[in-house]
């Protein structure tokens, strides 16, 4: 039987997975969430060790998409989507990096939008109409976005990013793709860029028109595959451990450190969860049992982490069922003030030659603070989620290092952008979609 997504506000009926991506948003504005988590098959938790990531991935996807893809489909979907690895990093003692960043943009996010775009290409398939995906974005997403969906047939992307707020990388890596991907340059704030796409979503006139879908982070496609590289760890860890791993998970909108939480619940045995932030500390807050009260972000130096307001906390809550304390007893927070993230970059590479970007060095740093509490027995893993050249402007001036520039993203630098201005405001964002203006 085909597993079912409920919203986490109860109020929307049951819909399949792909269902559940194709809106995004449930329509009574919750998360979508599986009707129970789904265990992978009998013998897979035994048989981790040998296995490769796409099998894991495979494994842990298949109930999940039962009734929507086949064996066969499902296999050709992960090994598309994840043609790179996450790569386990011994930095001394019990402590370990999870580096995630080994996919086309250089961050975590590769692999939500990879295998996103590549159920979205199977439905796309059976569909007449081209979907129109629209995502707005301060950078890491739409640079994953962008690669992941470029050139799958019936998909048109519009990105739309505030003009001069982007790194140089970022643009580039979205801009300059062309074919499906459509890249408009706002005048404007992140949050001008987001209104955009929302009053696309709610202009009924429009939806009448074109087929609209959305690739942000809450999207239950995304989420899903961050729950493949938890168990990979243990797959890549030589020597045996008394009890199981403590994750620290660098966050923002916690759909990372969510997707751990699903692995656990799919049967991975975790000893705990460190949620790990920077200055915008409303989940470490909370954990240590204040109410929760989201607060307008602050801007950091890891700033795909600079959240108010997880997204995420939702289906968090949800899982748990609302017992507070059992989500602060399995997950512990803290937070990272501006002055430590630096401190941290520099000490991890005159103690240990590693070079971490700045969300990684806010995760090493909350690593640190869990360890005096509970001292040791189990790895403690670290999941970096950048590569450090993406915040090489960030961190050469506080630490003085030169970062080199890998070849391949060199590359991107002199491609030619080709991203069109956006000062029209609505009237000429929806007369642009409904033109099926490359
Ligand atoms: C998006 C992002 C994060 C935060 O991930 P969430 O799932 O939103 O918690 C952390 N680090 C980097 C580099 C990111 O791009």
């Known amino acids: 039987m085909a597993l079912k997504f409920l919203s986490t506000s109860a109020r929307s009926a049951p819909v399949s997975f792909f269902e559940a991506m194709i809106q995004g948003l449930a329509p009574d504005g919750g998360l979508y969430m599986p009707s129970k988590i789904p265990a992978p098959a009998k013998g897979f938790w035994e048989a981790l060790p040998k296995l490769s990531f796409t099998e894991i991935a495979y494994n842990l996807a298949r109930p999940w998409l039962s009734g929507e893809l086949s064996d066969a489909q499902l296999t050709l979907a992960v090994e598309d989507a994840f043609h790179f690895e996450p790569e386990l990093v011994h930095l001394h003692s019990n402590q370990f990096v999870l580096e995630l960043f080994h996919g086309p943009t250089l961050a975590f996010k590769d692999f939500g939008a990879r295998f996103m775009a590549r159920l979205f290409s199977e439905v796309a398939d059976r569909k007449e109409k081209t979907v129109h995906i629209l995502v707005a974005t301060s950078g890491d997403t739409g640079s994953a976005v962008a690669h992941g969906f470029y050139k799958v047939p019936g998909v048109k992307v519009f990105l739309l990013y505030p003009k001069g707020k982007v790194s140089k990388l970022q643009e580039m890596q979205m801009t300059t793709l062309g074919e499906n991907i459509t890249t408009l340059e706002v005048e404007g704030v992140f949050d001008d860029c987001q209104a955009l796409v929302k009053r696309a979503f709610t202009d009924p006139e429009l939806n009448s028109i074109v087929e609209l879908s959305s690739a942000n982070s809450i999207n239950i496609a995304r989420l899903l595959p961050q729950s493949f590289y938890y168990p990979f760890v243990i797959a890549r860890l030589s020597e045996p451990f008394q009890t199981p791993p403590v994750f620290s998970v660098p966050s923002g909108n916690f759909g990372n450190l969510t997707g751990g939480l699903l692995a656990n619940m799919m049967g991975m045995p975790i000893r705990r969860f460190i949620a790990s932030t920077n200055r915008n500390d409303v989940i470490p ?154």
């Open 285 to 438: 807050r909370f954990l240590r049992g204040e109410k929760y009260s989201p607060a307008p972000s602050v801007q950091t130096p890891s700033n795909a982490m600079d959240v108010g307001n997880p997204s995420n906390f939702e289906r968090i809550l949800h899982l748990f069922e609302g017992d507070n304390e059992k989500l602060r007893e399995r997950m512990w927070g803290y937070a990272c003030s501006d002055q430590e993230t630096f401190n941290t970059i520099r000490s991890l590479i005159q103690n240990h030659g590693y070079l971490a970007c700045p969300h990684t060095a806010v995760g090493l740093w909350g690593a640190a603070q869990y360890q005096k509490s509970d001292p040791s027995g189990y790895p403690l893993v670290t999941l970096a989620t950048a590569h450090p050249v993406k915040f090489r402007d960030v961190i050469e001036p506080e630490t003085g290092v030169k970062i080199p520039v890998p070849e391949r993203l060199e590359r991107w630098l002199v491609k030619e952008k080709k991203s069109l201005p956006l000062n029209g405001g609505y009237e000429q964002f929806s007369e642009l979609l409904r033109s099926g203006l490359e």
